[in-house]
């Protein structure tokens, strides 16, 4: 388990492995109209409780994908993961927090913790909606630069939606 203190943090966040046990509080976390809204590419039917399990029951089973549970003082307050993205062709870094934790920098802690002792591979690609500027804060933080532009259709807004694309670059020597 990775443990993270970062400057006037007042809590204690940890990553763990995902568990079965954590799917409910994800789905009850995605279903947030807002947060659908700032995300933008979401599932089809956020509300669909089975095609949401089953979905994540394929990405545990993926070993291709890296997986963490977000914990702050023992609660569930997201997930943070990694996953091959064919279109970037390079790993791809995902994450959801749920609106109880937002604001407080468990975005910006859990995302800091995981590309600092789980993932050492670089570079890191992240994407966010262009409007999503809590999601870019968070990316810029971590040392993500944004490095292109893209667009697609986002479930969420059931419309196209402009995005910037980012990356973790390998550090120099």
């Not at 203190?5 to 954590?22: I, K, S």
């Not at 599932?43 to 399990?53: I, Q």
């Not at 702050?72 to 109880?100: F, H």
């Not at 262009?130 to 944004?146: E, M, P, T, Y």
């Amino acid at each position: 388990m990775e443990r993270a203190r970062l400057g006037a943090m007042n809590y204690d966040l940890q990553l763990r492995e995902v568990v079965e046990d954590d799917l409910p509080i994800f789905f009850e976390y995605q279903l947030d109209e807002e947060a659908n809204h700032m995300a933008a590419f979401t599932a089809k039917d956020p509300t669909d409780r089975e095609a949401f399990m089953a979905h994540w029951r394929r990405i545990l089973r993926d070993e291709s994908t890296i997986n963490r549970t977000i914990l702050v003082d023992g609660q569930v307050a997201g997930s943070v993961a990694l996953y091959r993205d064919e279109e970037l062709d390079g790993p791809e870094v995902t994450y959801w927090i749920g609106r109880p934790y937002w604001g407080r920098g468990v975005a910006t802690g859990a995302l800091a913790t995981f590309i600092s002792h789980v993932v050492k591979t670089r570079p890191l690609y992240g994407r966010a909606a262009k409007d999503n500027i809590g999601s870019l804060r968070v990316l810029a933080k971590c040392g993500f630069q944004r490095i292109g532009e893209g667009k697609g259709f986002a479930n969420a807004r059931g419309a196209e939606t402009e995005e910037y694309v980012l990356k973790l670059p390998s550090p120099t020597l």
